[in-house]
């Protein structure tokens, strides 16, 4: 088997998954509402060719006019150039993307698939006519955090603000990704070409695609890209954004996905260069002033990413906790350093924190006794604990009465927007109340 398909189950599978893609195009919705009707790619394209379902014209179109030849052609060109195919369900499709409202049904790889592994990613997005001052940022900022380690750049390889990105993050020996709006295999743009070699050469970059090979940027690729980007990626940092830069779309994909967002505060508040970015920190977008912020918006709500073992420490994690410049207090530390524990022992009380108070909860909801609880008591004192708003709460209710749920299914039930219920969902994973699974699947804790 080719090295690019040694990670796949059912490599003969590609067939079908490049047919859906074909027939659907990237960014489709309904391809996942008709997936989850049939048992595989193979029994949803025969179903489709076999007219089972209600498509719209284009789609009927599509279906009839591509054949599976021609994705065999598409599979046999990928494997002879090394572009890796990686379908929904396979164990390498980034987990932190296959959460978002709508993941890609297929992406399309090349370099090193290994990047796709580390869930600690930040994005940069910004203007391809960077200011000065905003290569400046760039270059102090995204170089800042890959110095301190673990952390992989992800970006959108467009001139300016997103090829400083790459170019820093390989300066400093990080890993970074590119998300294309064309085929992997489409020198876009040109300009780029050398930083795209580089990437390639060092082993330390990959170009991820939903895009066939050969596919040319089309303007309208664009912001179905961003979704991508962004959905990589635990914070969207934007550097530089005029009032309709396309930044500021990643920065409102980020946002529904229930990501976070931070922004540098402009050079000059009356210069029509940053006005987009004026409104992201209008609206509440976390101002970014340095690598030291960056670091605490992605840690701040995420304790779930952080290691509790000294030895297993992240090097960005052991100088975010270990520092005095303020930016501990911000997420709760510098009050637990008042203990003189180790740095693993406080970042493990950050941790637990919410466990505890969990568990406090539903002790005072049960009499006090001299003797120890069984097992059993104190899980349902648990159980009985609930989450402070209300929609959490219908949530929490309605995962315990169900089991295991896809999230289009709990909007439908609660009639919750999808985006208001990720959102939700974040919050309760992070309180403890729900954990996520596979393909958008919950479940009650």
Same mark, same amino acid.
């Given at each position: 088997?080719?090295?690019?398909?040694?990670?796949?189950?059912?490599?003969? /599978?590609?067939?079908?998954?490049?047919?859906?893609?074909?027939?659907?195009?990237?960014?489709?919705?309904?391809?996942?509402?008709?997936?989850?009707?049939?048992?595989?790619?193979?029994?949803?394209?025969?179903?489709?060719?076999?007219?089972?379902?209600?498509?719209?014209?284009?789609? *009927?179109?599509?279906?009839?006019?591509?054949?599976?030849?021609?994705?065999?052609?598409?599979?046999?060109?990928?494997?002879?150039?090394?572009?890796?195919?990686?379908?929904?369900?396979?164990?390498?499709?980034?987990?932190?993307?296959?959460?978002?409202?709508?993941?890609?049904?297929?992406?399309?790889?090349?370099?090193?698939?290994?990047?796709?592994?580390?869930?600690?990613?930040?994005?940069?997005?910004?203007?391809?006519?960077?200011?000065?001052?905003?290569? *400046?940022?760039?270059?102090?900022?995204?170089?800042?955090?890959?110095?301190?380690?673990?952390?992989?750049?992800?970006? !959108?390889?467009?001139?300016?603000?997103?090829?400083?990105?790459?170019?820093?993050?390989? =300066?400093?020996?990080?890993?970074?990704?590119?998300?294309?709006?064309?085929?992997?295999?489409?020198?876009?743009?040109?300009?780029?070409? &050398?930083?795209?070699?580089?990437?390639?050469?060092?082993?330390?970059?990959?170009?991820?695609?939903?895009?066939?090979?050969?596919?040319?940027?089309?303007?309208?690729?664009?912001?179905?890209?961003?979704?991508?980007?962004?959905?990589?990626?635990?914070?969207?940092?934007?550097? $530089?954004?005029?009032?309709?830069?396309?930044?500021?779309?990643?920065?409102?994909?980020?946002?529904?996905? !229930?990501? %976070?967002?931070?922004?540098?505060?402009?050079?000059?508040?009356?210069?029509?260069?940053?006005?987009?970015?004026?409104?992201?920190?209008?609206?509440?977008?976390?101002?970014? /002033?340095?690598? &030291?912020?960056?670091?605490?918006?992605?840690? %701040?709500?995420?304790?779930?990413?952080?290691?509790?073992?000294?030895?297993?420490?992240?090097?960005? %994690?052991?100088?975010?906790?270990? =520092?005095?410049?303020?930016?501990?207090?911000?997420?709760?530390?510098?009050?637990?350093?008042?203990?003189?524990?180790?740095?693993?022992?406080?970042?493990?009380?950050?941790?637990?924190? *919410?466990?505890?108070?969990?568990?406090?909860?539903?002790?005072?909801? %049960?009499?006090?006794? $001299?003797?120890?609880?069984?097992?059993?008591?104190?899980?349902?004192?648990?159980?009985?604990?609930?989450?402070?708003? $209300?929609?959490?709460?219908?949530?929490?209710?309605?995962?315990?009465?169900?089991?295991?749920?896809?999230?289009?299914?709990?909007?439908?039930?609660?009639?919750?927007?999808?985006?208001?219920?990720?959102?939700?969902?974040?919050?309760?994973?992070?309180?403890?109340?729900?954990?996520?699974?596979?393909?958008?699947?919950?479940?009650?804790?």
């Amino acid at each position: 088997m080719p090295e690019q398909e040694s990670h796949l189950r059912q490599p003969e /599978m590609l067939r079908y998954w490049v047919w859906l893609l074909s027939v659907f195009g990237a960014g489709s919705t309904l391809v996942f509402r008709i997936l989850r009707q049939c048992f595989s790619a193979q029994d949803a394209c025969e179903r489709i060719r076999a007219g089972e379902f209600a498509l719209p014209a284009p789609i *009927r179109k599509n279906a009839a006019s591509v054949t599976l030849e021609q994705a065999d052609s598409i599979v046999y060109f990928c494997r002879q150039h090394s572009i890796a195919l990686l379908p929904v369900n396979e164990p390498v499709y980034p987990a932190v993307l296959s959460e978002i409202d709508t993941p890609p049904v297929l992406l399309t790889a090349k370099g090193n698939l290994g990047l796709l592994g580390n869930p600690f990613s930040f994005a940069v997005v910004g203007t391809r006519r960077p200011s000065p001052y905003t290569e *400046r940022v760039v270059t102090q900022i995204v170089g800042g955090v890959c110095r301190k380690g673990g952390f992989t750049v992800v970006s !959108g390889f467009a001139k300016g603000v997103d090829a400083l990105a790459h170019r820093t993050a390989l =300066d400093c020996g990080a890993n970074t990704i590119a998300v294309l709006g064309c085929g992997v295999n489409v020198n876009y743009p040109h300009e780029n070409m &050398q930083l795209r070699e580089r990437m390639l050469a060092e082993g330390k970059g990959l170009f991820l695609s939903e895009y066939l090979p050969g596919t040319e940027p089309f303007p309208a690729n664009f912001p179905r890209r961003n979704r991508i980007l962004s959905g990589l990626s635990y914070v969207t940092a934007v550097m $530089e954004a005029g009032a309709r830069s396309g930044a500021l779309v990643t920065a409102q994909c980020a946002g529904d996905q !229930g990501r %976070q967002v931070c922004c540098v505060p402009p050079a000059d508040i009356f210069d029509a260069r940053y006005a987009g970015g004026a409104g992201l920190l209008r609206d509440g977008a976390a101002p970014l /002033m340095d690598a &030291q912020d960056l670091l605490g918006v992605f840690y %701040q709500n995420r304790e779930h990413c952080i290691n509790t073992m000294d030895n297993e420490m992240r090097p960005a %994690q052991m100088h975010l906790f270990a =520092d005095s410049s303020g930016l501990a207090s911000r997420i709760n530390v510098a009050l637990l350093a008042q203990s003189g524990g180790t740095q693993a022992e406080l970042v493990g009380s950050v941790v637990r924190s *919410r466990q505890r108070e969990i568990a406090a909860a539903a002790q005072t909801a %049960q009499p006090a006794v $001299e003797t120890e609880m069984p097992a059993s008591a104190v899980k349902s004192a648990a159980s009985a604990v609930l989450p402070d708003s $209300e929609t959490g709460i219908r949530i929490v209710e309605y995962l315990r009465a169900n089991g295991e749920t896809y999230a289009d299914d709990i909007a439908a039930a609660l009639d919750l927007d999808l985006s208001e219920l990720l959102a939700e969902l974040t919050v309760l994973e992070l309180d403890g109340f729900a954990e996520s699974l596979f393909g958008k699947h919950y479940r009650a804790l």
